[in-house]
């Protein structure tokens, strides 16, 4: 069974980057995609962005000029920085596992996420 | 992007009961639409794949349906742990979108 937790600073400051880390377990981080997902309090998902074991990326054009997004396979793990934050980047951040479906992809496993706040 | 627009944004029903909720996409997404059932504070739940793949351990009460623009979720006699709110998601191409949610409440 494919575990997945994030780790990093639950507040960051206004314009400040965000950093966080997504440990793998139960399985190896090749062969897959793997995303990171935000949730703002009390409102709906939003896709960030995803990396495959290679490190190649793709991002949300909505956050592509401050997102970077990386991987460790000696780890087992990937990564999101996310610069020049701003109260509307207080999230609950998910990373999650892709599965190739029949048809595209689904998110099959997530972290518990965590909830990062920017604020001074 | 790729809009994905739910429909009712909030839902009330009893147990027992046969629930269905809409997803429309802005444009043809073939079958590449997955439903998520999300419990306050816990994570997204993988419900169907593929617009009608049921995902392993999901109970059969769960099915989906759907193609091109059109795609529905139906919960063919409500639990009491199906009280959590639902999300579509499109995997057809990135950015990857999700519906603004559906949220079932009990009557």
């Known amino acids: 069974q494919v575990q997945l937790q994030e780790s990093g600073p639950g507040l960051v400051k206004p314009s400040g980057t965000l950093s966080l880390t997504c440990a793998v377990s139960?399985?190896?981080?090749?062969?897959?995609?793997w995303s990171w997902v935000r949730q703002p309090p009390g409102k709906g998902l939003e896709w960030i962005g995803e990396i495959y074991h290679s490190g190649s990326t793709t991002y949300n054009p909505s956050l592509k000029s401050r997102v970077t997004i990386s991987v460790d396979k000696s780890k087992n793990q990937f990564s999101l920085r996310l610069s020049s934050v701003t109260a509307a980047d207080t999230a609950v951040y998910y990373c999650?596992?892709?599965?190739?479906?029949?048809?595209?992809?689904?998110?099959?496993?997530w972290g518990q996420g965590t909830l990062v706040t920017v604020s001074s | 992007d790729i809009q994905m627009t739910q429909s009712p944004s909030s839902l009330s029903a009893s147990v027992g009961d046969r629930v269905t909720i809409t997803c429309r996409a802005s444009?043809?997404?073939?079958?590449?639409l997955n439903w998520y059932q999300q419990k306050p504070g816990k994570s997204p739940n993988l419900l169907i794949y593929?617009?009608?793949s049921l995902q392993s351990g999901v109970p059969s009460r769960f099915s989906g349906s759907g193609s091109g623009t059109d795609f529905t979720l139906t919960i063919s006699s409500l639990q009491a742990e199906d009280f959590a709110t639902y999300y579509c998601?499109?995997?057809?191409?990135?950015?990857?979108?999700f519906g603004q949610g559906t949220k079932l409440e009990i009557k």
């Open positions: 999650a596992r892709e599965a190739a479906g029949r048809d595209g992809y689904n998110h099959d496993f």
């Open positions: 444009q043809t997404i073939s079958i590449s």
């Open positions: 139960g399985g190896s981080i090749s062969n897959n995609w």
């Open positions: 998601q499109q995997t057809y191409s990135t950015p990857y979108t």
């Open positions: 593929a617009a009608s």
